[in-house]
C-alpha cells in the first residue's frame, strides 16, 4: 500500500515552488486537483492517503535554512522496525526516499 500511494502521488503531481501551507486538507486537494504542489503539498496528500489506507504516520518539518523549507512524512508499517522516511517531493538528483531508516537518509 505504501508504495502504491508513494508511486501515485510522484507519477501524478508535478512541483511547483510554492503553496498555501496550514491546512493540509486543503493542500492535499490543491495537489490532488491541480496536479502540482510544492513539498507541503506532496506531504499533505502522503498523509491523507497514507491515513486512508491506515498507514500510521507522522509529519516532519525541517527547521528552516535562510527562507528553505521542507515537509516530509515518516511511516511505522508495524512491522517492528520503526519509522521510515517517505519523501515524494521529486528532486533533481532523482533519490527516491521511501522507506528510509535515519542512517539512510
Request: net charge negative; hydrophobic share 35%; proline share 3%.
Amino acid at each position: 500500500k505504501a508504495w502504491a500511494i508513494f508511486s501515485y502521488i510522484r507519477d501524478h503531481v508535478g512541483y511547483v515552488s510554492t503553496s498555501e501551507k496550514g491546512d493540509y486538507v486543503k493542500a492535499a486537494l490543491e495537489g490532488l486537483n491541480t496536479g502540482r504542489g510544492d513539498c507541503y503539498v506532496y506531504a499533505s496528500l502522503s498523509k491523507a492517503m497514507l491515513t486512508r489506507a491506515q498507514i500510521t504516520n507522522m509529519d516532519i518539518e525541517r527547521i528552516p535554512a535562510g527562507n528553505a523549507m521542507h515537509y516530509w512524512n515518516l511511516v511505522d508499517l508495524g512491522d517492528g522496525h520503526g519509522w521510515y522516511h517517505f519523501d515524494t517531493t521529486p528532486r533533481k538528483d532523482h533519490p527516491t526516499i521511501f522507506l528510509w531508516d535515519d542512517a539512510t537518509i
